[in-house]
Each structure stands twice: as structure tokens, then as C-alpha cells.
């Protein structure tokens, strides 16, 4: 059986998609999975155990230049790769327009999702370019909803165990035998109304410093590197040392958090990758969406926060001791 999932963006987005492909595998073992994903993903989808070939889609790039040569003759290479294959089934998971016509594209028969889910940014025109709607209930966690469409579309039952199947190794570089354990503090975010204010950072790093844990810093544009460093000075004036870390690409960040003692952090993508890899994590919200995309399935993952609520340091702090970091 040979089956195309198509789930190219957001990080976080792609996270949550990973146990689509660890149930198919459980209910056909034999089964070679492709997946479309935005070129910048790559790296990370090539961390799932299972996944048979990765087909990259560079429609940001693209976009930016429409009529160039050059994006043409990429787009024509991305056609051709898509349609090398003919599938037993397409899986759009992400219901919209452009990830639907992908599906067109490819060679098979297409299955997404009948209708909108609560906080989806699904676009009902997608169904018009499906073989297969599959309706699915409107609250429901966005991993739930992915596993539950392919489980459909595919005719299994639905796994009791959930999987996401990274294999992220520690890096060696943070996790010598005469180097302490490590907090990654996830703090950048592309949307100013899901940070966490930074005198709560400093505060909760300068107690987990002087616990005897190094503060690690990761972050992804300039404007992150700015915050990141305008913390570490923060934490410095109160005599704690945060590590500003280097500019890291994805299998490196997964390699970062799976070495982590724990994992601090706002709702964004490095967060779920956290929980994904089962580290001690705690996730950080300013609005009633928990329910949808936090961590459910170990009680290693803690998230706290909502609607008008930011979690308070000490709530962040009795998570950590919860989870046997403080004492």
C-alpha cells in the first residue's frame, strides 16, 4: 500500500501530524508513506521513523517571485515528483484550498476532512477536490482530528497508543558527563499576544539557576535573537547565566530538546516538539485553546494558562516541582 500524507505547515501543524503515520504503520506494517511538507520542515519530517520519502513544497518562495524561471521549473519538478507514484490513497490533513490541490495533482484517490473543526483554518472549498469527505467532530484535539481522518479513510480502528516517532538524539555538545542538566526556555513567538512577560522569564530562570540548572535560549529570527539576548542580560543582572544558543536548524532543535531536563515555554511550535519527544514540559497559554493543542498523552506534560489568564511564575513553578525538577 502506498499512501501520500499531505500536512506542509505550520511547525506545530506538522508536529501533531506525526501519529497519522505510526497508526497506518500499526494497522499495515508494509505500508510506504510519502509527505508533502513546506521545504523548510524537511528536516524535522525526516526525524519520523516510518516516513518513505519527503517531497518538499516551496510555495513561500514561491510566491515571492510567481512568474520567475526558476519557479517554474520548480514547480514543474514538484508536479513530476508528485505524480512518480500512483497511491492507494491521498491523505489531505490540513483542508485547505492549496493542500487540496495538491492532492489533485498527485495520482489517487483524495481523502479530507467534510467540514470545519472549532479553531481549524479549514477552507470548505478544499471538498470540492476530494474523492472522499470524511466528517469529524468539531471539538476535537487537532491531533485527534488527524489520526481520526486517516483511520477513516483508511478503514482501521483507531490505535489506543500514541506515537509520534521522532528520533531525536541529544547533542553531545550540551550533554557531556561534566555538564549539568539543562532547562530549554521556549520564549519566542511569532504572535506578541502568546508570550509570557519577561520579568516572569527572568524571575523563573534566576530560581532555576540557582537550582543548579543551566538556562538554555534557543530562537529562530533576528528579532527572536534580540529577545533572547535582552533576557539573558536580564537574567545576568540577577547574577544567573542563560546560554543565547546559535542559529540551529530543526534536527538540531529536536536534538536540544530531547536533551533537556525540562522545557518552559509559550504555544508555538518548539513547545509541541518538547511534549512530542516526552520531555518534562510546560507549556505556556493566554487563551482557551489547550484543549486543542496541548499535551494530553503523558502526564510528563503540564499546561497551564487561558482565556484572559497568564500563568503566574509560581504556577510555573509548582509545575517544575511537580515534575521533580525543583525541590
Given at each position: 500500500?502506498?499512501?501520500?500524507?499531505?500536512?506542509?505547515?505550520?511547525?506545530?501543524?506538522?508536529?501533531?501530524?506525526?501519529?497519522?503515520?505510526?497508526?497506518?504503520?500499526?494497522?499495515?506494517?508494509?505500508?510506504?508513506?510519502?509527505?508533502?511538507?513546506?521545504?523548510?520542515?524537511?528536516?524535522?519530517?525526516?526525524?519520523v521513523?516510518?516516513?518513505?520519502?519527503?517531497?518538499?513544497?516551496?510555495?513561500?518562495?514561491?510566491?515571492?517571485?510567481?512568474f520567475?524561471?526558476?519557479?517554474?521549473?520548480e514547480?514543474?519538478?514538484?508536479?513530476?515528483?508528485?505524480?512518480?507514484?500512483?497511491y492507494?490513497?491521498?491523505?489531505?490533513?490540513?483542508?485547505?484550498?492549496?493542500?487540496?490541490?495538491?492532492?489533485?495533482?498527485?495520482?489517487?484517490?483524495?481523502?479530507?476532512?467534510?467540514?470545519?473543526?472549532?479553531?481549524?483554518?479549514?477552507?470548505?472549498?478544499?471538498?470540492?477536490?476530494?474523492?472522499?469527505?470524511?466528517?469529524?467532530?468539531?471539538?476535537?484535539?487537532?491531533?485527534?482530528?488527524?489520526?481520526?481522518?486517516?483511520?477513516?479513510?483508511?478503514?482501521?480502528?483507531?490505535?489506543?497508543?500514541?506515537?509520534?516517532?521522532?528520533?531525536?538524539?541529544?547533542?553531545?555538545?550540551?550533554?557531556?558527563?561534566?555538564?549539568?542538566?539543562?532547562?530549554?526556555?521556549?520564549?519566542?513567538?511569532?504572535?506578541?499576544?502568546?508570550?509570557?512577560?519577561?520579568?516572569?522569564?527572568?524571575?523563573?530562570?534566576?530560581?532555576?539557576?540557582?537550582?543548579?540548572?543551566?538556562?538554555?535560549?534557543?530562537?529562530?529570527?533576528?528579532?527572536?535573537?534580540?529577545?533572547?539576548?535582552?533576557?539573558?542580560?536580564?537574567?545576568?543582572?540577577?547574577?544567573?547565566?542563560?546560554?543565547?544558543?546559535?542559529?540551529?536548524?530543526?534536527?538540531?532543535?529536536?536534538?536540544?530538546?530531547?536533551?533537556?531536563?525540562?522545557?518552559?515555554?509559550?504555544?508555538?511550535?518548539?513547545?509541541?516538539?518538547?511534549?512530542?519527544?516526552?520531555r518534562?514540559?510546560?507549556?505556556?497559554?493566554?487563551?482557551?485553546?489547550?484543549?486543542?493543542?496541548?499535551?494530553?498523552?503523558?502526564?510528563?506534560?503540564?499546561?497551564?494558562?487561558?482565556?484572559?489568564?497568564t500563568?503566574?511564575?509560581?504556577?510555573?513553578?509548582?509545575?517544575?516541582?511537580?515534575?521533580?525538577?525543583?525541590?
Open positions: 500500500m502506498r499512501i501520500l500524507l499531505i500536512k506542509v505547515s505550520s511547525l506545530g501543524d506538522v508536529v501533531h501530524a506525526m501519529p497519522v503515520v505510526l497508526d497506518i504503520l500499526a494497522a499495515h506494517p508494509q505500508a510506504r508513506i510519502d509527505w508533502v511538507v513546506e521545504e523548510g520542515f524537511v528536516d524535522l519530517v525526516s526525524l521513523r516510518g516516513v518513505d520519502g519527503i517531497i518538499p513544497f516551496a510555495l513561500r518562495r514561491w510566491r515571492k517571485t510567481p520567475s524561471a526558476r519557479t517554474r521549473s514547480f514543474m519538478a514538484f508536479r513530476a515528483r508528485l505524480r512518480r507514484e500512483r492507494d490513497c491521498v491523505i489531505d490533513a490540513q483542508g485547505l484550498v492549496k493542500t487540496a490541490l495538491i492532492g489533485a495533482i498527485a495520482r489517487g484517490p483524495v481523502a479530507g476532512l467534510g467540514n470545519h473543526t472549532e479553531g481549524s483554518g479549514y477552507e470548505p472549498l478544499a471538498k470540492l477536490f476530494y474523492d472522499q469527505c470524511i466528517r469529524i467532530e468539531p471539538h476535537i484535539h487537532v491531533i485527534t482530528r488527524g489520526r481520526e481522518l486517516a483511520a477513516r479513510a483508511l478503514g482501521y480502528a483507531l490505535p489506543e497508543t500514541l506515537d509520534f516517532g521522532m528520533r531525536a538524539e541529544p547533542l553531545p555538545e550540551f550533554t557531556g558527563p561534566d555538564m549539568p542538566p539543562y532547562v530549554a526556555l521556549v520564549h519566542a513567538t511569532s504572535r506578541a499576544d502568546k508570550g509570557w512577560p519577561a520579568d516572569h522569564w527572568i524571575a523563573l530562570g534566576a530560581e532555576l539557576a540557582s537550582a543548579g540548572y543551566r538556562l538554555m535560549l534557543p530562537w529562530g529570527g533576528a528579532a527572536e535573537k534580540e529577545a533572547a539576548q535582552a533576557l539573558a542580560d536580564g537574567l545576568a543582572a540577577k547574577g544567573a547565566r542563560a546560554e543565547v544558543l546559535p542559529k540551529m536548524n530543526l534536527q538540531h532543535i529536536a536534538g536540544l530538546l530531547a536533551g533537556a531536563a525540562a522545557v518552559v515555554g509559550v504555544d508555538t511550535g518548539l513547545i509541541h516538539m518538547a511534549a512530542a519527544l516526552d518534562p514540559t510546560v507549556e505556556l497559554y493566554n487563551f482557551d485553546t489547550a484543549w486543542r493543542t496541548g499535551g494530553f498523552w503523558s502526564a510528563r506534560v503540564v499546561n497551564l494558562g487561558g482565556a484572559r489568564r500563568p503566574s511564575v509560581s504556577e510555573v513553578r509548582g509545575s517544575l516541582r511537580g515534575l521533580g525538577l525543583l525541590a
